[in-house]
């Protein structure tokens, strides 16, 4: 059985430069059985419900500028899965979550910079799924649990964002100033009530967490951690880190 995977995804350059995340993620795709799919929910697709992509061949989506150009020349040239996109579908109709198929949805850089380091044959279908702009923590729960199943038939889940997340506090030129104290503290305590199973205090994580706010101004980015916590049970944390100082990089598995 497959776990659930978070992911932070970190810079789009991660797939030109993956520093310590490459290897992490190398050695944690050695440990897994290779997954019939995989499906993400990226911090980069939001929308007003749930939607899925279910393209048969969906596009490399540059979701971004300003980078170096080499960058916009990588493909993810993986197929997609209509019928594992209307099995979600219906996963979801049955937990209570309405939900649309988009049949041209390329996937953006949450999904495809994490996978082209660990599966970069791109030989394995790639579903993802969108984040609703309403519904926050809770319902990310709710749809990682009605997902669960899809573990036991060899489809990996990944949720796809970073744990913490304020481009304003990054220190883009690493001037080698350290991990602030509020990044710091807000992913020790996220630690903290994962392996403690703390569920409710993860999901209002927003008024209980130390410096939550600062971490995240808005919640597209920790809420892939939810959906991965939603599918899965045992915690653990197979990667830990920051770049830019404050641009947490933690990759964590859910088994």
Same mark, same amino acid.
């Given at each position: ?7 932070s995804?970190g810079?789009?350059?991660?797939a ?5 995340s490459?290897p992490?993620?190398r050695?944690?795709?050695?440990? &897994? ?9 990226s911090a980069?697709w =939001?929308? +007003?419900?749930v939607? @899925?992509?279910? !393209?048969?061949?969906p596009?490399?989506?540059h979701?971004?500028?300003g980078?170096p ?11 997609g899965s209509?019928?594992?996109a209307?099995?979600i ?10 939900s649309?198929?988009?049949?041209q949805?390329? &996937?953006d850089?949450?999904a495809?910079v994490p996978l082209?380091?660990?599966?970069p =044959?791109? +030989?394995?279908?790639? @579903?993802?799924? !969108? ?5 926050g ?6 749809i990682?649990?009605a ?19 304020n ?6 030129r690493?001037?080698?100033?350290g991990?602030?104290?509020w ?5 020790d ?6 392996y403690a199973? +703390?569920?409710n205090?993860?999901t209002?994580?927003r008024?209980?967490a130390?410096h ?8 597209e ?9 939603g599918?899965?049970e ?17 990759i964590?598995?859910?088994?």
């Amino acid at each position: 059985m497959l776990p659930s995977l978070f992911i932070s995804h970190g810079s789009p350059m991660l797939a030109l430069e993956p520093g310590d995340s490459g290897p992490a993620l190398r050695r944690l795709v050695s440990t &897994l059985t290779k997954p019939h799919a995989v499906v993400v929910v990226s911090a980069h697709w =939001e929308t +007003d419900g749930v939607c @899925i992509g279910a !393209s048969n061949h969906p596009d490399t989506w540059h979701d971004f500028r300003g980078f170096p150009e080499p960058l916009y020349a990588l493909r993810y040239p993986a197929n997609g899965s209509p019928e594992i996109a209307a099995t979600i579908q219906r996963y979801l109709t049955n937990a209570g979550i309405p939900s649309t198929l988009d049949h041209q949805r390329p &996937l953006d850089h949450g999904a495809w910079v994490p996978l082209m380091l660990m599966y970069p =044959e791109a +030989d394995i279908p790639v @579903i993802q799924i !969108s984040l609703p702009r309403r519904g926050g923590a809770e319902l990310q729960l709710l749809i990682g649990a009605a997902m669960r199943e899809l573990r036991t038939q060899d489809v990996l889940l990944i949720g796809s964002g970073s744990i913490t997340h304020n481009l304003a506090e990054l220190d883009w030129r690493e001037t080698g100033t350290g991990v602030p104290h509020w990044a710091q503290a807000f992913r020790d305590w996220i630690v903290e009530k994962s392996y403690a199973n +703390d569920r409710n205090a993860l999901t209002h994580y927003r008024s209980l967490a130390p410096h939550a706010l600062q971490s995240h101004p808005s919640e597209e980015h920790l809420l892939p951690f939810h959906f991965a916590l939603g599918a899965g049970e045992m915690f653990e944390v197979v990667h830990a880190g920051f770049t830019h100082g404050a641009l947490g990089m933690d990759i964590y598995r859910f088994d």
